[in-house]
């Protein structure tokens, strides 16, 4: 009996052991802190080089939507959307969104606090509910102002205030802040965010209404590095204050975007820049004459979309130089013929690329660059499936040989660019989806001077 008691006595002990053994409490992440008025400043960052190009499987899709005078961006890769400033009040962007947005808007950026930028967001922070929001964290008095960050606050998110060399990214989407270092005092649109996206091979750059001052800062910069692009959002709507000599030499745009009410009163976009980007042959869209512009992009290859017109915009009147008479051009030779598709043939591929193309596909840019097949397919290269340019010889189908050209004469048909000063063959790598025929005589009279690379 002793015995039983005793073993009784060890196995409630035992039990009681096991039962106080206290559980380990779960681990939790933190939770960002929201503030309730104040924008909340990022701790300082690492200097941040250009975003490594990474795979990319969508297309990217960049709305630059026309809101009269005034900005609005709206970036589209699948279930990610990103908002760039809304223009004003008036027209507004929520019934343009409504088409473009799946549920959220996942980023909402504010350049500055303008009211042709932040009017427009508001009834956006009405409609949409927004995961984050980004703010250059300037003020203003304006009552627009005071009703923004009403709104921005009462949406119950993370709030943002951009320094240079700091990132947003969203799903594969990753915006290089490089605008502004840090508030200038009384400057509010060189105060702009500025940012770098890149996606695949393609780079655009969003100005925001940043002007040369800024633009001197970002460039001198060393903790972020400005590249070449291939879109350029230009500054404050195409201001001559904007778009400096520095800023155009060192990203070399190939097209080049401003965003601005048709006759308006501040005389945008301003001859000034028009002719800056003249000089480097950036094919220019402006929302004043095409409305809403949209650039599409696999990542490798972009292609513009126009809401309205289809002929260029005309290039400034320039006083026509002294010009060569009939009797001064020398008709150039008439070309062979060329043979059938071959390895030998000329193909097109561009900078960043990884397709070659027939000449004249809507995919080619200012960028092109020709290449024999042979070498095209040896360096990796595949046939754009667009244009389906010549394959290898097991596969080529002859084409008849093209007939050769008469000798150029003034009525001959040349092209030219909506901004730049030159006249080019048909084919010419400075030609854009911008080119214009023209005749030669006409051309000429116009002040229009041949294309050294060409020689049209």
Excluded at 96 to 114: F, I
Excluded at 279 to 285: F, N, W
């Amino acid at each position: 009996m002793k015995l039983l008691l005793l073993v009784a006595v060890v196995l409630i002990l035992v039990s009681s052991t096991i039962g106080c053994v206290p559980a380990q409490p779960p681990t939790l992440a933190p939770t960002p802190t929201q503030p309730a008025s104040q924008p909340s400043t990022a701790p300082a960052s690492t200097p941040s080089p250009p975003p490594t190009p990474a795979p990319t499987t969508d297309e990217l899709i960049v709305h630059f939507i026309n809101v009269g005078q005034g900005d609005s961006i709206l970036i589209d890769l699948g279930e990610t959307e990103v908002l760039i400033d809304g223009g004003g009040r008036s027209p507004g962007v929520v019934t343009y969104l409504g088409n473009c947005v799946d549920g959220p808007l996942e980023v909402m950026v504010a350049t500055h606090p303008h009211a042709d930028h932040i009017g427009g967001l508001i009834a956006v922070l009405d409609s949409y509910q927004v995961d984050q929001i980004w703010l250059n964290g300037d003020t203003s008095t304006s009552k627009t102002y005071s009703e923004f960050m009403s709104r921005v606050n009462a949406e119950g998110t993370t709030i943002h205030e951009a320094r240079r060399g700091q990132s947003i990214e969203i799903g594969s989407l990753n915006f290089i802040i490089i605008h502004p270092a840090k508030l200038l005092p009384d400057d509010t649109n060189n105060n702009s965010i500025a940012l770098l996206l890149s996606y695949g091979n393609i780079d655009f750059l969003f100005m925001g209404d940043a002007e040369k001052e800024a633009e001197e800062s970002m460039l001198i910069a060393s903790d972020t590095l400005v590249p070449d692009v291939e879109i350029l959002k230009l500054g404050h709507h195409g201001s001559k204050t904007a778009s400096s000599k520095n800023l155009l030499d060192t990203t070399k745009p190939e097209i080049a975007i401003f965003m601005a009410r048709e006759g308006n009163s501040y005389g945008h976009p301003h001859v000034e820049t028009i002719n800056a980007l003249n000089q480097i042959e950036a094919s220019v869209y402006g929302t004043d004459v095409y409305g809403t512009i949209i650039v599409i992009t696999d990542g490798d290859e972009y292609e513009v979309k126009l809401e309205k017109g289809t002929s260029p915009r005309a290039p400034p009147v320039i006083s026509p130089t002294p010009t060569p008479t009939p009797e001064t051009i020398t008709p150039s030779p008439a070309p062979t013929p060329s043979p059938s598709p071959a390895l030998t043939d000329t193909v097109y591929v561009t900078r960043t690329g990884k397709k070659y193309h027939r000449g004249g596909c809507r995919y080619l840019s200012q960028s092109k660059i020709s290449i024999e097949l042979e070498e095209a397919i040896s360096r990796g290269y595949t046939p754009c499936s667009v244009c389906s340019p010549s394959t290898p010889p097991e596969s080529i189908t002859p084409s008849p040989a093209p007939t050769p050209s008469p000798s150029p004469a003034l009525t001959d048909t040349v092209y030219v660019t909506r901004t730049g000063k030159k006249y080019h063959r048909g084919g010419c790598r400075y030609l854009s989806q911008s080119k214009i025929s023209i005749e030669l005589e006409e051309a000429i009279s116009r002040g229009y001077t041949p294309c050294s690379v060409c020689s049209p």
